[in-house]
């Protein structure tokens, strides 16, 4: 029976050998990934794709704290994620400072502006939340594109970084974004099982319930949100490297709104839906901008779109088929890619009754 006795093994990280030993082999299959995509393109994989992937399942992981545990809606994380670029741009770039310590600035400091954009929370729900955040993402960028401190427009070329007086490749890279993903996802998983999460949960079910039970709103909500830009800071300045160059264009409403789609599509309420939401969103954005180049249906499309629209609506139909996507997986599975990994778990376990 799957009694737990005590709060320790509630609050455990491993709640049996069997996961302890398939999340060695995955940290295991994560250390000698590079050496397969470089071997063997595996589904026309990247080192590049693959930082792109863990960058923005930080940033998902982050949000999913804020909108699936403790139920508020940001539409402003794009901004969060400039701020924590251009910040730890600059600190490299213009005072010197070491990546690993550039990072948590840069996570700091989003947090902070985080804190800020939670005092509305309090007063605020809904698509009303979704408006004041969503006017915070439009205003930071706005901001960052008029002031030359920031680049202005032109933005900023980040600076090549080394590695034992080597200039950083994308598999250096690789490992440095791999092992903080790792920890950052650790530090999720605990948080949600302490006093904080636990908090957060209540306040998603029902904050007026959540207070009654002496939960401080005013100290909870604003947290949420400071943590959640943590993680879009941190990750943001991570994406400044790997990209080289950031503009403030760059970090547009339609970004903001694909993180929020990140965890929708992968499952609200867990910490691996958002993984496995970033994964497979960031794989098919990329891969679906050459579509015209994918054998049978790429040339089709191309005849399609020459008959009936512009040569230049090709790019469209990339953008209507990553729509279609996420439709149908949220029609089909509201629970998102973890609802569906629960469903075939309890399947198996339950096999052939």
């Not at 994380?77 to 070491?98: D, E, K, N, Q």
């Not at 706005?142 to 002031?147: A, D, E, L, S, V």
């Not at 691996?272 to 497979?280: Q, S």
């Not at 996420?326 to 089909?332: A, E, G, K, Q, T």
Request: net charge positive; glycine share 10%; charged share 10%.
């Amino acid at each position: 029976m799957d009694i737990k006795r005590n709060y320790y093994e509630d609050i455990e990280l491993f709640k049996s050998n069997t996961i302890l030993v398939w999340s060695i082999l995955f940290l295991i299959f994560l250390a000698i990934l590079p050496w397969f995509i470089m071997k063997y393109h595996l589904l026309g994989l990247s080192i590049y794709i693959v930082n792109l992937i863990a960058v923005h399942a930080i940033v998902a992981i982050g949000l999913n704290i804020l909108v699936g545990f403790t139920g508020q809606i940001s539409m402003g994380h794009a901004g969060f994620f400039a701020l924590g670029a251009f910040t730890a741009v600059i600190l490299v770039l213009r005072w010197s400072f070491p990546l690993w310590i550039a990072l948590p600035v840069a996570g700091f400091v989003s947090s902070a502006f985080g804190f800020i954009l939670g005092l509305p929370a309090l007063r605020l729900k809904g698509p009303y939340l979704a408006i004041a955040t969503l006017g915070f993402g439009m205003t930071i960028t706005t901001i960052i594109k008029r002031m030359e401190f920031f680049g202005g427009r032109m933005g900023l070329q980040a600076p090549k970084l080394e590695l034992f007086g080597t200039p950083m490749k994308d598999i250096h890279y690789y490992y440095v974004i791999m092992v903080i993903a790792v920890l950052m996802t650790i530090g999720a998983v605990k948080l949600i099982k302490t006093r904080v999460g636990r908090a957060f949960i209540a306040i998603r079910d029902s904050d007026i319930a959540a207070e009654a039970m002496g939960v401080n709103l005013t100290y909870y909500k604003t947290l949420a949100f400071a943590v959640s830009a943590f993680y879009a800071g941190v990750a943001g300045g991570l994406y400044a490297f790997i990209l080289g160059f950031i503009n403030p264009e760059s970090f547009h409403l339609i970004m903001s709104i694909t993180f929020l789609a990140m965890v929708v599509v992968g499952g609200l309420g867990s910490v691996m839906g958002p993984i496995c939401g970033a994964t497979l969103m960031t794989y098919l954005d990329i891969k679906l901008q050459a579509i015209q180049d994918i054998s049978l249906i790429g040339p089709a499309l191309v005849t399609l779109s020459q008959k009936y629209m512009s040569i230049a609506g090709i790019s469209n139909i990339a953008v209507i088929v990553y729509g279609l996507i996420m439709i149908l997986i949220v029609l089909f599975e509201p629970l998102g890619i973890f609802g569906f990994w629960i469903r075939t778990k309890r399947y198996w376990k339950t096999w052939p009754f």
